[in-house]
């Protein structure tokens, strides 16, 4: 290594006047970053679940800050040895990514004992800490670059931003490719291009031998490593649904995918049983379902949907116990709209059902490519061949809202959901064939007195999805049929398993409503709502309170809150055997009932849950909502293009209260997540910038004028930019259907047309006074438009074909990219022109470590307020950001002086 | 399954088997269904115990504070259950790793992406149900034995299935080398792997079971193979905050049957078990433990 660098260093002083091969050396690098995230995200979206992902991957971001800090503190010893450490810096990624990932799949972390095994915190924090080195080693490399080609920044700002973005690309078609477990070989690749480039434009020759030894290595050692170690390629959780089919004996792989689309595999065993929320009566009134009639699918290792073979005529009857049968019991021979294909069942159903024709959609290629593969085809009887049906291969939701065909029956049954809990929790996912938008371009799309159905899971005590999908069908039915509503709902559930509601264009008649009731109560549903269901609310307020105390009462609430059991003065069952524990005198226990610990007890007449649904109903249609859903445990919200998300039941207020019993909140982890990420990066992030505060504030910026402003531009820059680039990720999935790919091509939209608006800003620098707050002022105006009109536009193209929805994606970023290139470029060279050094190691920091705190602000800010919100706090952002530009331009007092402290 | 997989199997197994060479005892005096266990303090029980099951003074000590949490929490309320709690070694089901957690309110990994309940589920969930003696009891979902351990207890007709082999050859293991050392009871506990899916046709039908796997619907043969006012109960949400559905085969008196569900707590709408500890002879709550 030292030969490495003493010839470095003889070879090329400075790096004022870069060359091409040193932009595009800088490019790669950048890129083999952003590839590194991308791809350690999918290793944990495989391995485990990926909001932990997000939370390692954003976090190591700050490493970012973190050279910064470091640079700043010995800038006169890395002005002096900038090869060298730039070298060693380079050389050292491609090792540390390999060595990481391979250590971190020896530590994996177990989410679901996050909160009871006190080891697993320290397992993530290692798996943040190994995951931080290779960023680290990059940040360095990138950091050093920037300063010692100060003068020329606008450019090298153009290679990192434009390889940055390109590189987003180069995942997005690798992510065909590589499987998760060697995706890691695509940042490698561009590492090892990069590095090589960069030593051949130095003309440093033992570099590049350096570097190819390094590079063969590094590859090879990641992809024959964990062979040889006995490591796996990637740790499995135990606990993903995948794990589960491959510990079944006759579990058995019989078909992968890999794709931006996840990584897609079914497995066939005859001890998978899928059927999402069987009647309990199906036992008494169906013959038994033949055994090996299912497949199972996984998406990255979470599942199983079910995939049924196709069943013999006898055994067809089984559809009409599922709950997606309902619409069909006052519809005949319907023509059927399945708004999501998944696993097929509801299509089955549907198909059995005796519709006339079924329309059914499907965003993702690569479950419709499955189906047609000739393993799928053998399994279903090649059901995408039926002659009755047509395949919609983009969102059906935004079909339905582009059509002006009518349909009998609108489905969407169980769409996007495995069912069983996710022991590691739910990230925050959008969720737009739920939205109230969504649910009206459903009810426009029926034929008069045609039915929408929609399932979902009701497996939450005390409930929260069900109550948000109330609240959004009632929403959506008021705004269809403002003076009807309330004749057009009915909802039944069964209680921890499903719930369904139908909505009847032009409401339901009498005779329905009785046929759907009887069908109701052949199957031992519970009837939640129907029109002249009579209601009595005398228990409302308690089950609110009762509930609230369930959840954050300090456990001792009990015999204050109980309620007699609803069936305790209920005579005894004759045929139940003598309970010798209960003595119907004692005081009335507060939790276990042992006077109905026995058989023959039918239970309450009401449970709890079934009672709120009901109060829910009668609110959402009579009046009261408002009351209701604030005196309920948790966020009942509608779901609406703008806040899309079942997640984030926890109400912000309770948010401290839920510290000292996490273990309550698991499945809304991701939404916890996001706020601990938050704090761990407003914690680090100040640190960092403090850092240099405290020991250099004096000393170095003293010369220094308009530091607080400087500070306050480029944070404002990095929430900006950072807020922008996430919320359009979220917003874009609407026309992408995946938000993987959505990510990809906005990540390389954004950073490359910003690149071309850096590599711009060159004609502005000398100008900058007058026309870079324009600039801002301009990105703040768009982004305010953006957040007002990109809605109905993202409908439009989701309607495309899908090459041309990712062009048109692609373009529409474009206009504020570009702009939001220029006003980093142009404040970093502006700071180099004054002398102003430190403020520039520092600035670029400071930015660093606002877009962490940016980017975990996004989902807080989205669920909180919604997209559009993300797009006006960013705006709002770029608007701060023209006063204190204008400190930037403030020139020093004196010439910088060196760090002599440091 | 993978070489690799096989490995690392046979190396938990193995890892597995060493860990009753640390806490065996050789149970002195037989088992004896109808023993008074002592439960109203510490010492005497944990003298008794040692004199008649020979177990390690350590584990019962932590086993009775868990206990009297239990009781104050009312986890356990009648007293077979009490003694049913009392009398089943926790230790002897948990992976060595965890074994000093063995008695904590805390759910535990034991391989195979499957957990043992936390003492205060397994608790209520078996109060609830009350088992009489005699009555048999069917359990889906073998795991870590423990369950079944506890209710071989109550009745001596306890059959429990498990679905992953290694994992049902290891629990088998676990109950073969208690009886050999004494513990007779668990001998009164039947296990097989296979799909409990379709129940255990041949020795049903059951007054109770206790489904401990996740499901998308009540599988249909077991709601068949339940007696008539049979009762079934099976823990449904995240490991950490799991609510326990309660199923009844209620017969109407035109002899058809009508399922009703419902909850432990029928109608009641009760706080989550707190993490309670006990600090000196003080039971500390809440959640925060």
């Given at each position: 290594?030292?030969?490495?660098?003493?010839?470095?260093?003889?070879?090329?002083?400075?790096?004022?006047?870069?060359?091409?091969?040193?932009?595009?050396?800088?490019?790669?690098?950048?890129?083999?970053?952003?590839?590194?995230?991308?791809?350690?995200?999918?290793?944990?979206?495989?391995?485990?679940?990926?909001h932990?992902?997000?939370?390692?991957?954003?976090?190591?971001?700050?490493?970012?800050?973190?050279?910064?800090?470091?640079?700043?503190?010995?800038?006169?010893?890395?002005?002096?040895?900038?090869?060298?450490?730039?070298?060693?810096?380079?050389?050292?990624?491609?090792?540390?990514?390999?060595?990481?990932?391979?250590?971190?799949?020896?530590?994996?972390?177990?989410?679901?004992?996050?909160?009871?095994?006190?080891?697993?915190?320290?397992?993530?924090?290692?798996?943040?800490?190994?995951?931080?080195?290779?960023?680290?080693?990059?940040?360095?490399?990138?950091?050093?670059?920037?300063?010692?080609?100060?003068?020329?920044?606008?450019?090298?700002?153009?290679?990192?931003?434009?390889?940055?973005?390109?590189?987003?690309?180069?995942?997005?078609?690798?992510?065909?490719?590589?499987?998760?477990?060697?995706?890691?070989?695509?940042?490698?690749?561009?590492?090892?291009?990069?590095?090589?480039?960069?030593?051949?434009?130095?003309?440093?020759?033992?570099?590049?031998?350096?570097?190819?030894?390094?590079?063969?290595?590094?590859?090879?050692?990641?992809?024959?490593?964990?062979?040889?170690?006995?490591?796996?390629?990637?740790?499995?959780?135990?606990?993903?649904?995948?794990?589960?089919?491959?510990?079944?004996?006759?579990?058995?792989?019989?078909?992968?995918?890999?794709?931006?689309?996840?990584?897609?595999?079914?497995?066939?065993?005859?001890?998978?049983?899928?059927?999402?929320?069987?009647?309990?009566?199906?036992?008494?009134?169906?013959?038994?379902?033949?055994?090996?009639?299912?497949?199972?699918?996984?998406?990255?290792?979470?599942?199983?949907?079910?995939?049924?073979?196709?069943?013999?005529?006898?055994?067809?009857?089984?559809?009409?116990?599922?709950?997606?049968?309902?619409?069909?019991?006052?519809?005949?021979?319907?023509?059927?709209?399945?708004v999501q294909?998944g696993?097929?069942?509801?299509?089955?159903?549907?198909?059995?059902?005796?519709?006339?024709?079924?329309?059914?959609a499907?965003s993702?290629?690569?479950?419709?490519?499955?189906?047609?593969?000739?393993?799928?085809?053998?399994?279903?009887?090649?059901?995408?061949?039926?002659?009755?049906?047509?395949?919609?291969?983009?969102d059906g939701r935004l079909?339905l809202a582009?059509?002006?065909?009518?349909?009998?029956?609108i489905d969407l049954s169980l769409a996007d959901s495995?069912g069983?809990?996710n022991?590691?929790g739910f990230a925050i996912s959008e969720k737009y064939a739920y939205t109230r938008e969504a649910m009206l371009s459903y009810m426009h799309a029926?034929?008069?007195?045609?039915?929408l159905s929609i399932t979902l899971w009701n497996k939450e005590?005390p409930p929260k999805s069900v109550l948000k999908l109330y609240s959004t069908v009632a929403e959506a039915a008021t705004t269809f049929?403002?003076?009807?509503a309330?004749?057009d709902i009915?909802a039944?559930s069964?209680?921890?398993?499903t719930t369904t509601v139908l909505f009847?264009?032009?409401?339901?008649?009498?005779?329905?409503?009785?046929?759907?009731?009887?069908?109701?109560?052949?199957?031992?549903?519970?009837?939640v709502y129907?029109?002249?269901?009579?209601?009595?609310?005398?228990?409302?307020?308690?089950?609110?309170?009762?509930?609230?105390?369930?959840?954050?009462?300090?456990?001792?609430?009990?015999?204050?809150?109980?309620?007699?059991?609803?069936?305790?003065?209920?005579?005894?069952?004759?045929?139940?055997?003598?309970?010798?524990?209960?003595?119907?005198?004692?005081?009335?226990?507060?939790?276990?009932?042992?006077?109905?610990?026995?058989?023959?007890?039918?239970?309450?007449?009401?449970?709890?849950?079934?009672?709120m649904q009901?109060?829910t109903w009668?609110a959402l249609l009579?009046?009261?909502w408002g009351?209701l859903a604030g005196?309920y445990v948790f966020d009942t919200r509608a779901l609406s293009n703008d806040q899309p998300y079942f997640a984030a039941y926890v109400k912000v207020?309770?948010?401290?209260?839920?510290?000292?019993?996490?273990?309550?909140?698991?499945d809304d982890?991701g939404y916890?997540?996001i706020?601990?990420?938050?704090?761990?990066?407003?914690?680090?992030?100040?640190?960092?910038?403090?850092?240099?505060?405290?020991?250099?504030?004096?000393?170095?910026?003293?010369?220094?004028?308009?530091?607080?402003?400087?500070?306050?531009?480029?944070?404002?820059?990095?929430?900006?930019?950072?807020?922008?680039?996430?919320g359009?990720i979220s917003r874009f999935t609407v026309a992408l259907a995946n938000p993987?790919?959505s990510?990809?091509?906005?990540?390389?939209?954004?950073?490359?047309?910003?690149?071309?608006?850096?590599?711009?800003?060159?004609?502005?620098?000398?100008?900058?006074?007058?026309?870079?707050?324009?600039?801002?002022?301009?990105?703040?105006?768009?982004?305010?438009?953006?957040g007002?009109?990109l809605s109905p536009?993202l409908d439009?193209?989701g309607?495309?074909?899908?090459?041309?929805?990712?062009?048109?994606?692609?373009?529409?970023?474009?206009?504020?990219?570009?702009?939001?290139?220029?006003?980093?470029?142009?404040?970093?060279?502006?700071?180099?022109?004054?002398?102003?050094?430190?403020?520039?190691?520092?600035?670029?920091?400071?930015?660093?470590?606002?877009?962490?705190?940016?980017?975990?602000?996004v989902p807080i800010v989205a669920t909180s307020f919604g997209l559009s919100a993300v797009l006006?706090?960013?705006?709002?952002?770029?608007?701060?950001?023209?006063?204190?530009?204008?400190?930037?331009?403030?020139?020093?007092?004196?010439?910088?002086?060196?760090?002599?402290?440091? | 399954?993978?070489?690799?997989?096989?490995?690392?199997?046979?190396?938990?197994?193995?890892?597995?088997?060493?860990?009753?060479?640390?806490?065996?005892?050789?149970?002195?005096?037989?088992?004896?269904?109808?023993?008074?266990?002592?439960?109203?303090?510490?010492?005497?029980?944990?003298?008794?115990?040692?004199?008649?099951?020979?177990?390690?003074?350590?584990?019962?000590?932590?086993?009775?504070?868990?206990?009297?949490?239990?009781?104050?929490?009312?986890?356990?309320?009648?007293?077979?259950?009490?003694?049913?709690?009392?009398?089943?070694?926790?230790?002897?089901?948990?992976?060595?790793?965890?074994?000093?957690?063995?008695?904590?309110?805390?759910?535990?990994?034991?391989?195979?992406?499957?957990?043992?309940?936390?003492?205060?589920?397994?608790?209520?969930?078996?109060?609830?149900?009350?088992?009489?003696?005699?009555?048999?009891?069917?359990?889906?979902?073998?795991?870590?034995?423990?369950?079944?351990?506890?209710?071989?207890?109550?009745?001596?007709?306890?059959?429990?299935?498990?679905?992953?082999?290694?994992?049902?050859?290891?629990?088998?293991?676990?109950?073969?080398?208690?009886?050999?050392?004494?513990?007779?009871?668990?001998?009164?506990?039947?296990?097989?792997?296979?799909?409990?899916?379709?129940?255990?046709?041949?020795?049903?039908?059951?007054?109770?079971?206790?489904?401990?796997?996740?499901?998308?619907?009540?599988?249909?043969?077991?709601?068949?193979?339940?007696?008539?006012?049979?009762?079934?109960?099976?823990?449904?949400?995240?490991?950490?905050?799991?609510?326990?559905?309660?199923?009844?085969?209620?017969?109407?008196?035109?002899?058809?049957?009508?399922?009703?569900?419902?909850?432990?707590?029928?109608?009641?709408?009760?706080?989550?078990?707190?993490?309670?500890?006990?600090?000196?002879?003080?039971?500390?709550?809440?959640?925060?433990?």
């Amino acid at each position: 290594m030292a030969a490495v660098i003493s010839n470095s260093r003889l070879t090329v002083p400075s790096l004022e006047a870069p060359r091409l091969a040193h932009y595009l050396a800088v490019g790669l690098i950048a890129g083999a970053i952003i590839a590194l995230q991308i791809a350690v995200m999918r290793v944990f979206a495989v391995g485990s679940w990926s909001h932990f992902g997000s939370l390692v991957v954003s976090l190591a971001m700050l490493g970012f800050s973190l050279s910064s800090v470091v640079i700043f503190a010995g800038k006169g010893w890395f002005d002096r040895h900038w090869q060298g450490a730039a070298t060693a810096a380079l050389l050292l990624i491609g090792p540390l990514a390999v060595g990481s990932n391979l250590v971190a799949q020896t530590v994996p972390f177990n989410a679901i004992f996050l909160v009871s095994d006190p080891a697993q915190k320290w397992r993530l924090l290692a798996n943040f800490l190994l995951y931080l080195l290779p960023f680290l080693a990059g940040a360095f490399f990138l950091g050093i670059v920037f300063l010692k080609s100060r003068t020329a920044f606008g450019r090298v700002y153009f290679a990192d931003l434009t390889g940055s973005g390109l590189a987003g690309l180069v995942v997005l078609v690798s992510l065909y490719l590589f499987a998760p477990e060697t995706i890691i070989v695509v940042p490698l690749l561009l590492w090892a291009a990069g590095s090589l480039l960069w030593f051949l434009a130095f003309g440093a020759w033992k570099s590049v031998v350096a570097g190819v030894v390094v590079a063969a290595l590094s590859i090879s050692g990641y992809l024959m490593l964990p062979g040889l170690l006995g490591i796996p390629d990637i740790a499995v959780s135990q606990y993903k649904g995948v794990a589960y089919a491959r510990n079944f004996p006759d579990g058995k792989r019989i078909y992968r995918s890999v794709s931006p689309f996840g990584d897609l595999q079914v497995y066939a065993s005859s001890y998978m049983h899928f059927a999402p929320g069987l009647s309990d009566n199906a036992a008494f009134g169906m013959p038994e379902v033949p055994a090996n009639t299912y497949v199972g699918m996984y998406r990255d290792g979470d599942g199983p949907e079910g995939i049924m073979r196709n069943l013999a005529p006898a055994e067809q009857v089984y559809f009409r116990y599922l709950p997606m049968h309902y619409p069909y019991v006052i519809k005949d021979k319907p023509k059927t709209f399945v708004v999501q294909f998944g696993g097929g069942i509801s299509t089955q159903a549907a198909l059995n059902a005796g519709s006339t024709s079924v329309t059914v959609a499907e965003s993702n290629p690569m479950t419709l490519r499955a189906f047609r593969d000739p393993v799928l085809k053998d399994v279903t009887g090649d059901i995408l061949a039926e002659p009755r049906l047509k395949v919609i291969d983009y969102d059906g939701r935004l079909f339905l809202a582009n059509t002006t065909e009518r349909y009998d029956v609108i489905d969407l049954s169980l769409a996007d959901s495995v069912g069983l809990s996710n022991p590691g929790g739910f990230a925050i996912s959008e969720k737009y064939a739920y939205t109230r938008e969504a649910m009206l371009s459903y009810m426009h799309a029926l034929a008069d007195g045609g039915v929408l159905s929609i399932t979902l899971w009701n497996k939450e005590e005390p409930p929260k999805s069900v109550l948000k999908l109330y609240s959004t069908v009632a929403e959506a039915a008021t705004t269809f049929d403002p003076k009807g509503a309330a004749n057009d709902i009915f909802a039944v559930s069964s209680y921890l398993s499903t719930t369904t509601v139908l909505f009847k264009r032009g409401g339901f008649t009498e005779t329905e409503i009785k046929t759907l009731r009887d069908y109701t109560k052949s199957m031992s549903w519970e009837e939640v709502y129907y029109p002249g269901m009579t209601y009595d609310g005398s228990g409302a307020q308690k089950v609110l309170d009762d509930y609230r105390a369930s959840i954050f009462g300090s456990g001792q609430d009990a015999t204050l809150t109980q309620q007699p059991a609803a069936d305790a003065t209920a005579p005894a069952n004759p045929t139940a055997p003598a309970n010798p524990d209960c003595d119907p005198t004692a005081p009335a226990d507060p939790t276990l009932d042992a006077c109905a610990g026995a058989g023959g007890d039918a239970g309450p007449q009401v449970l709890p849950a079934t009672e709120m649904q009901r109060m829910t109903w009668h609110a959402l249609l009579t009046g009261g909502w408002g009351k209701l859903a604030g005196d309920y445990v948790f966020d009942t919200r509608a779901l609406s293009n703008d806040q899309p998300y079942f997640a984030a039941y926890v109400k912000v207020a309770d948010l401290p209260r839920t510290l000292d019993r996490l273990d309550l909140f698991q499945d809304d982890w991701g939404y916890l997540l996001i706020w601990a990420t938050l704090g761990i990066a407003c914690v680090t992030a100040a640190s960092l910038v403090l850092l240099p505060v405290i020991f250099g504030w004096r000393i170095v910026f003293s010369r220094s004028r308009g530091k607080l402003g400087t500070i306050l531009y480029f944070a404002c820059l990095g929430l900006g930019y950072i807020m922008v680039e996430v919320g359009l990720i979220s917003r874009f999935t609407v026309a992408l259907a995946n938000p993987t790919v959505s990510a990809s091509v906005l990540i390389s939209s954004m950073l490359v047309f910003s690149g071309l608006g850096s590599l711009f800003a060159e004609r502005i620098f000398d100008r900058a006074r007058t026309l870079l707050p324009l600039v801002l002022l301009a990105v703040c105006v768009l982004l305010l438009a953006y957040g007002f009109y990109l809605s109905p536009v993202l409908d439009r193209i989701g309607a495309y074909p899908y090459a041309v929805r990712l062009l048109l994606c692609f373009l529409l970023v474009s206009p504020p990219a570009f702009l939001m290139g220029m006003p980093m470029a142009t404040a970093m060279t502006w700071l180099a022109r004054l002398g102003k050094e430190h403020l520039f190691v520092w600035a670029w920091g400071i930015n660093g470590c606002f877009s962490v705190i940016g980017s975990a602000a996004v989902p807080i800010v989205a669920t909180s307020f919604g997209l559009s919100a993300v797009l006006q706090w960013a705006a709002i952002a770029y608007l701060i950001a023209i006063p204190a530009f204008f400190a930037v331009l403030l020139p020093s007092k004196a010439p910088a002086v060196r760090l002599v402290a440091a | 399954m993978k070489r690799r997989d096989f490995l690392t199997l046979s190396a938990g197994a193995a890892a597995f088997s060493i860990l009753p060479a640390t806490v065996r005892a050789n149970v002195p005096v037989p088992y004896d269904r109808n023993a008074e266990v002592p439960f109203n303090d510490k010492k005497s029980f944990i003298d008794w115990m040692v004199a008649n099951r020979g177990e390690d003074p350590k584990f019962l000590a932590q086993r009775f504070d868990r206990f009297q949490i239990m009781v104050y929490n009312k986890d356990v309320l009648d007293d077979r259950n009490k003694r049913a709690f009392l009398l089943t070694p926790r230790e002897e089901f948990v992976l060595p790793q965890n074994l000093g957690r063995a008695y904590d309110h805390a759910f535990l990994d034991i391989g195979y992406g499957v957990t043992i309940s936390g003492p205060h589920l397994v608790g209520r969930m078996t109060t609830s149900i009350d088992v009489q003696f005699g009555e048999a009891v069917l359990e889906i979902g073998t795991g870590s034995g423990y369950q079944s351990a506890y209710l071989a207890n109550l009745t001596d007709k306890v059959h429990t299935i498990e679905i992953i082999n290694p994992l049902a050859q290891r629990t088998r293991r676990t109950y073969d080398g208690l009886v050999e050392r004494g513990y007779s009871e668990f001998g009164s506990v039947t296990s097989r792997n296979a799909d409990g899916y379709y129940g255990w046709e041949s020795v049903g039908p059951f007054d109770k079971i206790i489904v401990t796997c996740g499901i998308d619907h009540i599988p249909p043969s077991l709601l068949q193979q339940l007696k008539p006012n049979g009762v079934m109960v099976i823990p449904v949400g995240p490991p950490g905050a799991q609510h326990v559905l309660k199923v009844i085969k209620q017969q109407l008196a035109d002899g058809t049957f009508n399922i009703v569900r419902s909850d432990i707590y029928n109608g009641k709408v009760v706080p989550f078990v707190p993490f309670t500890k006990l600090e000196g002879d003080q039971i500390v709550g809440t959640h925060n433990g």
